[in-house]
């Protein structure tokens, strides 16, 4: 079991990661500094619940039973990441070593499930420089986000011109496959699996019939898609699992508050794994970025999927 290391990296204990950062003193520009510190107490709905030096991470592992997977992908494994929001808040030291722990589980398949960025566009090309750091046996694949676009909140946030596109370009210049309603198949030998990726049910953009326009029917098929709103609707279209994020851990009918800053239809999604009936389940990963974290069962999340045939 590894000790406590004298460097920033991450310290690994059974299925806990702890990030131990060093902490600086405000320099000359603190005016600026000061006010993304108490951001990162307040704004987007950030409460800390433990030490602001100290970054405690899951790791939640869980079989995905999938139909007609063929033999070639029984054991293969897929990490799941979500909600990074590189930003002033979330830094990128931060997330580079989110990047390592992901690749020490050594995965077959990478999905990101949204919400990369939160702020304007040199943060899309920030994150793709972190990103490009992962290391998959296969491949590593992407759906946007409603930060993704430039929008907070479906009733009244806007969206930034161009920006969903513009970050897609930046991720796929450094090996990333971001899905934006499009299908993609991965075979070995005779064995086949796909991934379908939905832009997010905010952006106007969402269209599931597109996507599924694409996909191969009869394959084990994974659907990402940022909101879990939408599980039930991907679901119908042919998905066997959805992987979701967005709810950073946290049900939204706790306070006024809360429901104002995470606005959600289907409250019952926020966090892990839920049935959509007929063999068919919703994944909910609680997200890497460390703001809006409400209490102890929100902390931020790597899950590790190993794929497994349904009977």
């Not at 694949?141 to 930046?170: E, S």
Request: glycine letters at 10%; proline letters at 5%.
């Amino acid at each position: 079991m590894p000790g406590w290391r004298r460097d920033n990296s991450p310290v690994i204990i059974m299925n806990e990661i702890i990030f131990n950062e060093t902490r600086r003193l405000l320099s000359g520009h603190s005016l600026r500094k000061l006010f993304w510190d108490a951001a990162k107490y307040c704004a987007l709905g950030g409460l800390y619940i433990w030490n602001m030096g100290e970054h405690w991470i899951r790791v939640e592992r869980r079989d995905m039973l999938l139909p007609n997977l063929g033999p070639e992908f029984d054991g293969a494994t897929i990490v799941q990441i979500s909600d990074l929001h590189c930003s002033p808040i979330v830094l990128e030291r931060y997330l580079r070593q989110c990047v390592e722990v992901v690749n020490a589980l050594d995965a077959d398949f990478v999905a990101i499930t949204g919400d990369m960025i939160t702020g304007p566009k040199h943060y899309a090309r920030r994150i793709a420089g972190v990103l490009k750091h992962l290391r998959p046996k296969a491949a590593s694949l992407a759906c946007l986000g409603n930060h993704d676009y430039g929008l907070f909140h479906p009733k009244g946030g806007r969206g930034v011109p161009g920006l969903g596109d513009y970050l897609a370009g930046q991720l796929e210049q450094a090996g990333i496959c971001v899905l934006m309603n499009q299908a993609k198949t991965f075979v070995r030998s005779g064995s086949a699996i796909q991934f379908v990726g939905l832009e997010d049910i905010w952006s106007q953009r969402y269209s599931p019939c597109q996507a599924f326009e694409q996909a191969r029917p009869g394959l084990p098929t994974v659907g990402l898609c940022h909101n879990p709103d939408a599980a039930w609707h991907v679901a119908f279209w042919g998905a066997d699992w959805v992987l979701s994020g967005h709810t950073h851990g946290s049900g939204t009918g706790s306070s006024k508050l809360h429901a104002l800053m995470l606005p959600s239809q289907h409250r019952v999604f926020y966090a892990g794994q839920y049935s959509l009936g007929g063999g068919k389940f919703l994944y909910v990963n609680r997200g890497l970025g460390y703001a809006r974290r409400w209490n102890i069962n929100s902390r931020p999340e790597i899950t590790l999927f190993t794929l497994r045939p349904s009977a």
